[in-house]
């Protein structure tokens, strides 16, 4: 059974940053893609970046291309989320994916 245990979250300033962690188990993580979603009270779940299984492509939301970037550590089994010049609009709980596993999430708070 796939686990995905995120972590990272927590109240930072607008123009700060942070960096997420997903740790993963029960699979083999290299050779299946990561994502990170993000929901918003209120609005939909969305896509925020992908990175393929071997760490070489990515792809980002345009709401946070520039700012955020993913990559991975396969030794670890861990995909990361490095996210810069937060703004209040990236407020939001913030969910790792691996094919059908989700994690439980961490929030992450951008105010003054």
């Known amino acids: 059974q796939v686990q995905l245990v995120e972590s990272g979250g927590g109240l930072v300033q607008p123009g700060g940053s942070l960096r997420l962690s997903c740790a993963a188990s029960g699979t083999i993580f290299s050779i299946y893609a990561m994502r990170w979603y993000r929901q918003a009270p209120g609005k939909q779940r969305e896509l925020v970046a992908t990175?393929?299984?071997?760490?070489?492509?990515?792809n980002y939301a345009d709401s946070v291309k520039g700012r955020f970037t993913i990559s991975r550590d396969n030794a670890k089994n861990t995909v990361y989320l490095q996210m810069n010049s937060l703004k209040p609009e990236d407020t939001a709980v913030y969910y790792c994916?691996?094919?059908?596993?989700w994690g439980q999430g961490t929030q992450v708070t951008v105010s003054s």
């Open positions: 994916n691996l094919q059908a596993s």
């Open positions: 990175i393929s299984s071997s760490g070489y492509s990515t």
